[in-house]
Nanobody
Framework: QVQLVESGGGLVQPGGSLRLSCAAS????????MGWYRQAPGTQRELVAT???????NYVDSVKGRFTISRDNAKNTVYLQMSFLKSEDAAVYYC??????????????WGQGTQVTVSS
């Protein structure tokens, strides 16, 4: 059974930092593209950052230079280091694991989400 378990969310002041973690089980983690998405109330879920199996990263423009995605294949864990947080970063953050196998089937899994609140 596939599980993605996020942790590390919480309340932080503007300008502060948080590190989110997502521990995966039940998948061959190292072949998956891992991503972080977020959803604020009344908005659609948006991509924040992704990291490929080879370590290539991609970020939404609004977080470039402030957030860093990384992965530890030995621990089956992906991280999102968030710095210089702004009020507009407040959202539920979701971990995603995505893989297209050799016959073209998509494997797509989500975590339950972790709340990030940015407030003074």
């Amino acid at each position: 059974q596939v599980q993605l378990v996020e942790s590390g969310g919480g309340l932080v002041q503007p300008g502060g930092s948080l590190r989110l973690s997502c521990a995966a089980s039940g998948i061959n983690f190292r072949v998956y593209v891992m991503g972080w998405y977020r959803q604020a109330p009344g908005t659609q879920r948006e991509l924040v950052a992704t990291i490929t199996s080879g370590g290539s990263t991609n970020y939404v423009d609004s977080v470039k230079g402030r957030f860093t995605i990384s992965r530890d294949n030995a621990k089956n864990t992906v991280y999102l280091q968030m710095s210089f947080l702004k009020s507009e970063d407040a959202a539920v953050y979701y971990c995603n694991a995505r893989y297209e196998d050799v016959v073209g089937r998509n494997h797509d899994y989500w975590g339950q989400g972790t709340q990030v609140t940015v407030s003074s």
